[in-house]
């Protein structure tokens, strides 16, 4: 059985890097342990390096370091499928910062897109003219979950 592939959100992974534990670090420990492909493009990668660079990140979070940061970044680049030249296939009204995510997962083909944002949870049963552009592009076919939901879903695939 392949394994599945994956698209996490900004937020999910400065959540692992956070934390060290919860949902969203259990998440990124499937990437480790080689449970799942994460899917990432040099947008993502670019976006998480400039929120980690965010004067209040550091300042409520002084452990993250940017020797720290760079570990962490340089692990999951390691390990992931990097993407460098994503198609633009999408507007996205609601949120235009989420437009990567949704062109990374139409590109990548992936399964799922883990997420907490509402914008872009939305989208699988939104009227709007984003929402069903997205599912159109994706056939249908990329699920658009919350971090807990998706380790429910995989668990009882691997």
Known sequence: MSRPRVIYDCNILLQAL?????????????VWDGSVTLVLSTTVLGEFRRVLSEPFVAA?????????????????????EVIRDVPRVQSFQRDPKDACYLDLAVAADVEFLVTRDHDLLDLPQDHSLDAKQFRQLSRNQIQILGPQSFLSTVASRL
Do not use: W
Request: aromatic share 8%; glycine share 8%; proline share 6%.
């Open 18 to 30: 956070l934390s060290g534990r919860g949902a969203s670090f259990h998440c990124v420990q499937l």
């Open 60 to 80: 409520k979070n002084p452990e993250v370091t940017p020797r720290r940061v760079e570990g962490f970044l340089s692990e999951l680049t390691y390990r992931a």
